[in-house]
């Protein structure tokens, strides 16, 4: 089973910090900067600093023997990777550590809000098809219904 949230803490933590940190490591070795990390630096640095404290909840409300650690241990490679061999890979980091950061608070967050749970954030890649294609198949028999055929035949157009 893969845990989507997991996945979403690591790249929120990695991306997260990249964005924050990128500038830091850009002055000191001469590397390219975006027009938005040179004249206006406080933005990146607080979308940065906000996918990491996502991911840092996140990893803290599982705790350390349900993945908490590993949360922080791979974010951190993530962000040494995505910082230190892609370079200018960090700029993509304003579009993916926000959106990550995002889509964590919206699966981890949504029961406590009273809002039904996410089923993507729980199920298998299989389930995830599966119900997919459920839905797809009530969609079209609701469709062939609502034209007026009671009952739907196979194989027919």
Do not use: H
């Not at 040179?38 to 993945?67: T, W």
Request: hydrophobic residues 50%; positive net charge; proline residues 6%.
């Amino acid at each position: 089973m893969i845990d989507n949230l997991f996945l979403l803490a690591i790249a929120a933590f990695g991306w997260g910090l990249s964005l924050a940190t990128y500038r830091l490591f850009a002055r000191r070795n001469a590397w390219p900067m975006g027009s938005l990390q040179s004249d206006l630096p406080v933005i990146p640095i607080l979308l940065g600093l906000a996918a990491l404290l996502a991911a840092i909840g996140y990893a803290a409300a599982r705790g350390a023997d349900y993945g908490g650690w590993v949360i922080i241990v791979c974010g951190l490679l993530l962000a040494v990777f995505w910082t230190g061999f892609l370079r200018v890979g960090s700029q993509i980091s304003l579009v993916l550590a926000p959106w990550a950061g995002f889509l964590l608070l919206l699966g981890w967050l949504a029961e406590p809000l009273g809002y039904a749970p996410r089923p993507w954030a729980n199920e298998t890649l299989s389930e995830t098809v599966q119900r997919k294609r459920n839905q797809a198949e009530d969609v079209l028999r609701d469709r062939l219904l609502k034209d007026g055929d009671p009952t739907p035949r196979s194989g027919q157009r």
